[in-house]
């Protein structure tokens, strides 16, 4: 209704400043009797002619004079609001990124720097939580979009999107017991002290599903849970234990000779990472140009 009503100012003004009906629906690509339904619905909604025809043309009543600026006024508003919303969609707008620790601290920064290189007046917001918070604060619309690892439990209205696959490695420390070895089996795990990340974590809940698989979840001893894979890395290295972690947050430190992947003999974790989304009637541009950012970059 309000997108006629503007119709109907827009047809006003052609029809000013063309001087006539025949020649503004000409312009406006619509018939005669469209373009005179229009005049005829504002000059029902105002109370009076607007135009008044005889043979010298189309003249002005002093009812459409009146109204004549302020039709200009909308018409004029509502195409620069266009031309404002088209810009803002090209080159900005806003975008709040939710993702898991192993995803926001490894994976996320260099798409966000491509982001940001194609949309340089975007303003870019990004945290980091366990997969539970993540998913509880794009539920509560607290972020456009959310990055995450393991299964999505519960789903709802949200639409989960395999990205990319992940493994969980065994690591330890170069000065552990089991640092010279080429390959532990499964049973070699029993009594060693297990670094694991807090509940409600992806990488958590991935691990224990897979041992709980094999039948050794109830053997083995968990000695700390820490709230970050860094806390877990560096409780590694000071020889506190060994973790599965994911192969993606230890390429530096295995670069460096710190920490050390662990191979175990017909045992492998493998995870998804998942784009979740809210189904929105009306996405934001920029959160589709993120997305296809996503899905340039599964390698």
């Known amino acids: 209704m309000i997108g006629m009503h503007l119709e109907s100012h827009e047809v006003f003004c052609a029809v000013v400043e063309y001087g006539s009906v025949t020649k503004a629906a000409i312009a406006l690509h619509m018939t005669q009797s469209t373009a005179s339904r229009h005049l005829q619905a504002l000059e029902d909604e105002y109370g009076g002619l ?3 025809r005889s043979a010298l043309g189309l003249t002005l009543t002093p009812l459409g004079r009146a109204l004549y600026p302020y039709s200009c006024d909308l018409v004029n508003c509502h195409a620069r609001s266009k031309e404002e919303l088209l810009r803002l969609r090209q080159e900005g707008g806003d975008i709040a990124v939710g993702a898991t620790q192993s995803i926001g601290e490894y994976l996320l920064p260099r798409i966000l720097g491509r982001v940001r290189k194609q949309h340089p007046h975007a303003n870019i917001r990004m945290r980091i939580s366990n997969t539970a918070g993540i998913l509880e604060d794009l539920q509560r619309h607290r972020i456009d979009i959310a990055l995450v690892e393991g299964v ?10 395999r990205w990319r696959t992940d493994e969980l490695v065994l690591v330890c420390g170069h000065d552990h017991p089991f640092a010279t070895l080429d390959a532990i089996v499964l049973q070699d795990l029993i009594g060693q002290p297990l670094l694991m990340r807090e509940e409600g ?3 958590r809940e991935v691990t224990e599903v897979a041992l709980e698989n094999v ?3 109830s053997s083995l001893s968990v000695a700390m849970e820490l709230g970050s894979i860094q806390a877990i890395k560096s409780a590694i290295e000071a020889g506190l234990g060994i973790a599965f972690l994911s192969k993606l947050t230890i390429e530096e430190e295995c670069a460096s000779r710190r920490l050390r992947v662990l191979p175990i003999r017909d045992f492998r974790v493998t ?8 189904p929105e009637r009306y996405a934001k541009w920029i ?3 993120f997305l296809h950012f996503l899905q340039s970059a599964t390698a």
Not at 152 to 161: A, E, I, K, R, Y
Not at 271 to 278: A, T
């Open 152 to 161: 999505v439990h519960q789903p709802g209205d949200l639409q989960v999107t």
């Open 215 to 217: 039948g050794l979840l």
């Open 201 to 203: 974590s992806g990488t």
């Open 287 to 289: 959160v589709k140009s």
């Open 50 to 52: 607007l135009c008044e």
């Open 271 to 278: 995870r998804h990472l998942s784009i979740v989304e809210r």
